[in-house]
Every structure is written in structure tokens, then in C-alpha cells.
């Protein structure tokens, strides 16, 4: 099977640099599917949702972003994220509550949805 390197990098630390056979996040204009060999893109990722990263042995690992960019070659996939979360670090009733309290669109309100979101894609 095809394989290529994808790297996930917030601003404090590097989550992910390994290899990867499929990843799925949402940028501005849509979501965006990427495998080996994919034609190069560079787009903006939108804020509130998520990246899947789908290693050889089809692990899924579901990460909330909070906007950035993805660069797309045929053998990498740079996401620069400018926060991330992988789901499983995810507190539920902390994200809940913080949607219960902002209005709908802030900022702090669309990472609690990225993180939810994260959290049920990677169950």
C-alpha cells in the first residue's frame, strides 16, 4: 500500500510525523480528501472541525484544529494548526459546558465543537 509522511504541528508542540495513507480535514472551501500521490494543494483550515490521519495499519487518529493551513504534496501533508487536540485528551463536560456559555460562532465556541466533533469521529 502507497504511504506518505504527514506532519500535524500547532504552535506549542509537533503532534504527529509519521507515515499515513489517507488524511481528512475541512478547509475554508470544503472538505478535503488527501492519498498518496494527491496533486499539490495548499489551503486554509477551517476553524471548529477536525483531522483524521489514517496510519498504515488503519488506525484512525481524529485531532480538533483550530484553523491554520494543510500543504499537500504527492508524499507530505504539512498541517499547520494554530492549536490541536488530540480526541482522546478531550474532556466532554468541560467542552460542553464551554458551549453552554459562549454564543454560537466565537472563537472559544467553535473549539469546544472541534473538540466534541474529535472526540465522537474517533470513537
Known amino acids: 500500500m502507497s ?3 504527514v506532519e500535524l504541528i500547532s504552535v506549542e508542540e ?8 489517507e488524511v481528512l480535514a475541512r478547509t475554508t472551501v470544503g472538505e ?3 492519498l498518496p500521490g494527491h496533486i499539490p ?9 477536525t483531522v483524521t490521519i489514517v496510519d498504515p495499519e488503519g488506525e484512525r487518529h481524529v485531532a ?3 484553523g491554520g493551513f494543510i500543504s499537500v504534496t504527492p508524499t507530505l501533508v504539512t498541517i499547520l494548526a494554530e492549536g ?3 480526541a482522546n485528551d478531550v474532556d466532554i463536560a468541560a467542552q460542553e459546558s ?15 465543537q472541534a473538540r466534541l466533533s474529535a472526540k465522537e469521529l474517533a470513537v
Do not use: H, M
Open 3 to 5: 504511504e506518505f509522511t
Open 14 to 21: 509537533k503532534f504527529w510525523n509519521g507515515p499515513a495513507v
Open 32 to 34: 478535503i480528501g488527501v
Open 41 to 49: 494543494v495548499f489551503g486554509q483550515l477551517a476553524e471548529g472541525f
Open 64 to 66: 480538533a484544529v483550530d
Open 84 to 86: 490541536a487536540q488530540w
Open 98 to 112: 464551554v458551549l453552554a456559555a459562549e454564543p454560537e460562532g466565537t472563537p472559544a465556541y467553535l473549539r469546544a
